[in-house]
Every structure is written in structure tokens, then in C-alpha cells.
């Protein structure tokens, strides 16, 4: 794989310096991570980090768009109340984010 894909990069340089195919190569890769794949894992990190500190009381958003206040924590899912007496439990990587941030804006 790395052979053919040497042969292509140096077929169109045109026979130019190989080490030079290789450098850039190396700084597409190094452009992806900081500019795609750092920020995506950095987001991944502050989600799953508000996912473990709910609170009863909380007031968050559900994956399918559905608000409502956090009722009952447990450890592998959350209780919420959408609306008075009206109770579902959803799986706590289901909530995406807290819903005041919403409201300010």
C-alpha cells in the first residue's frame, strides 16, 4: 500500500525529491489532527464530562430534541420529567447538553 501510493506521489512530482512527497504527506496528516480530529475529541471529552456530573434539577436536552429537568440520577441512565407527572428514562449519553445555556441567548 505504501509502495503504490510512493510510486503515484512521485510519478506526479515527476521524479522530484521522494523525501519531499513524504514531508507533505506527513503535514496533510498533521493539519487533519489539529484542525479535525483534536477539536472533535476535545468536544467528546467536555460531553462526556457534563453527562457524569448531572444533577437532579439539571435542566438538559434529550438526543431526539426533547427538554426537560433531570428527575433521578442513576449510574448507567437518568430519570427526566418533561412535563408535570410525565417521567421517561433515558440512557445518560442520550443528553446532549443543559438547556439554560439555550434560554439566555
Known amino acids: 500500500m505504501t509502495n503504490t ?3 503515484t506521489l512521485q510519478a506526479a512530482t515527476g521524479g522530484a ?3 519531499m512527497s513524504f514531508i507533505m504527506i506527513a503535514l ?10 483534536r477539536p472533535q475529541m476535545k468536544r467528546q471529552k467536555e460531553l462526556r464530562k457534563f453527562q457524569e456530573s448531572l ?9 431526539g430534541g426533547i427538554f426537560g429537568k433531570v428527575f433521578d440520577v ?4 437518568i430519570v427526566v420529567e418533561v ?3 410525565v417521567k ?18
Open 74 to 77: 442513576k449510574d448507567d441512565h
Open 5 to 7: 501510493l510512493f510510486v
Open 17 to 19: 525529491n521522494p523525501y
Open 55 to 63: 444533577q437532579k434539577g439539571d435542566k438538559v436536552i434529550i438526543a
Open 28 to 37: 496533510i496528516i498533521v493539519v487533519f489532527y489539529l484542525f479535525m480530529i
Open 88 to 105: 421517561i428514562k433515558v440512557v445518560k449519553s442520550t443528553v446532549l447538553r443543559d438547556s439554560s445555556d439555550l434560554l439566555q441567548k
Open 83 to 85: 412535563s408535570d407527572n
